[in-house]
C-alpha cells in the first residue's frame, strides 16, 4: 500500500471491529495479551468500540446531509 493512502486505516470501521474482537478473544487468554501487541493494537475492547460507533455515527451523519442536499435539489 502507498504511504500517502495509510490514512486510510483510521476510517475504517473493520480496523475498530477487528481490534475489540481480539482484545475480547485475547485478554484472559493465559498468554497474556501479547498477540494483541503483537499485531500493534493499543486502544484496548473499549476504546476500539468507542472508535467503531463514532465512525457508525459520522458515516451516518454524512449520509443524512447528502440525502437533505439530494431533496433539496430536487424540489
Given at each position: 500500500m502507498p504511504n500517502w493512502l495509510g490514512w486510510f486505516q483510521y476510517t475504517s470501521p473493520f480496523r475498530y471491529a477487528l481490534e475489540s474482537l481480539m482484545w475480547n478473544?485475547?485478554?484472559d487468554y493465559?498468554?497474556?495479551?501479547?498477540?494483541?501487541?503483537?499485531y500493534g493494537y493499543h486502544?484496548?475492547?473499549w476504546g476500539a468500540f468507542?472508535?467503531?460507533a463514532a465512525v457508525g455515527?459520522?458515516?451516518r451523519a454524512g449520509a443524512l446531509f447528502a440525502l437533505k442536499i439530494l431533496?433539496?435539489?430536487l424540489e
Open positions: 478473544q485475547y485478554t493465559e498468554l497474556g495479551t501479547g498477540i494483541v501487541d503483537q486502544l484496548g475492547l468507542g472508535l467503531l455515527l459520522v458515516a431533496v433539496k435539489k
